[in-house]
């Protein structure tokens, strides 16, 4: 079995964003999860640069339990649908910065993939699903 994709969440609620994280696994690790725009906005970006010393603030993600040598760097972000538009942009520009990617759109870089509340209504969850969402996270990390 290949290893599991190293990916980081930023989401507004811990427990949906733990849900998520169980049902990704095996085959995807949700190694961070931020819950707010200052834990996202200072620690992804150290985080996608490779500074294994930054642990979840949140607690949550297996980097939290894992010691420093063990952590993995996320191949991707994902960001929920309570995330707003801007502070997606906002942390997807500081990552990319960090790496000195901005003026490259980002190319090589990590991928940024959002779920809207609009796909997961579309995909039949009356609101947030863990189980919806999850599932369209999968079909958008295929190819990572």
């Known amino acids: 079995m290949a290893a599991p994709i190293p990916i980081a969440i930023y989401g507004r ?3 949906i964003a733990e849900a998520i994280r169980e049902l990704l696994l095996p085959d995807i690790d949700v190694v ?3 819950l707010t725009l ?3 906005s200072t620690e992804l970006p150290l985080l996608l640069s490779g500074a294994l010393s930054t642990a979840p603030s949140s607690g949550l ?3 939290a339990s894992r010691p420093e040598s063990d952590r993995l760097v996320p191949r991707a972000v994902f960001f929920g649908g309570g995330v707003p538009e801007e ?3 906002l942390v997807q520009r500081l990552v990319l ?3 000195g990617l901005d003026g490259a759109k980002g190319e090589g870089g990590p991928k940024f993939l ?3 509340r609009e796909e997961v209504l579309a995909a039949g969850a009356k609101g947030p ?3 919806v969402i999850a599932g369209i996270y999968r079909r958008k990390v295929e190819g990572l």
Do not use: C, F, I, M
Request: no cysteine; aromatic share 0%.
């Open 87 to 89: 502070e997606v942009q």
């Open 38 to 40: 200052s834990s996202a």
């Open 129 to 131: 699903d863990p189980g």
């Open 114 to 116: 959002r779920v809207t």
């Open 97 to 99: 910065e960090k790496l």
């Open 32 to 34: 961070h999860t931020s």
């Open 61 to 63: 993600g297996s980097n």
């Open 13 to 15: 609620d811990g427990k």
